[in-house]
């Protein structure tokens, strides 16, 4: 079973070449400061989301970040897996798939009631990733964004 480890201050050094690479790979505009700047509350304690490492501690092959919510629909605590990143030379030995196993059984006993996560639409191999680990599609709703000034 693949590790996940929490991700403390610490692990800023080593988080930021995978979020770069992430960022890169699905064509996010982000710059160091800003990535820098988002990752450091959550990994000083913030309750608004958590980054967890994959893999080894020191070494790690990936990250997951979620953020949380509350929604008085689905009973309570809610998580968005914001970002599953995992190095693209260790991809296909199934470690996503042990991450969003693993990963919702302890948030469950938090008191976690329900993980959402974005796929493009046009994204079939994501889209088919999520079904097999039994996320389903809302088709009641579509996600709209308010953009805020920065």
Do not use: K, Q
């Amino acid at each position: 079973m693949t590790a996940l480890t929490l991700a403390r201050a610490g692990d800023l050094d080593r988080l930021l070449p995978m979020v770069a690479a992430c960022h890169a790979e699905t064509g996010r505009d982000s710059d160091e400061t800003m990535r820098r700047d988002a990752l450091a509350p959550l990994l000083e304690g913030s309750p608004h989301g958590v980054v967890y490492l994959i893999g080894p501690p020191r070494a790690p092959i990936g990250y997951a970040l979620l953020s949380f919510g509350w929604s008085l629909a689905r009973g309570g605590l809610t998580g968005h897996l914001a970002e599953l990143h995992i190095r693209r030379a260790v991809r296909g030995r199934g470690i996503g798939s042990e991450v969003l196993v693993s990963l919702p059984r302890a948030l469950a006993g938090a008191g976690l009631r329900s993980i959402d996560v974005e796929v493009d639409t046009s994204d079939a191999r994501a889209r088919a990733f999520f079904s097999r680990l039994r996320f389903r599609p809302r088709e009641d709703c579509v996600t709209m964004t308010l953009a805020l000034a920065r």
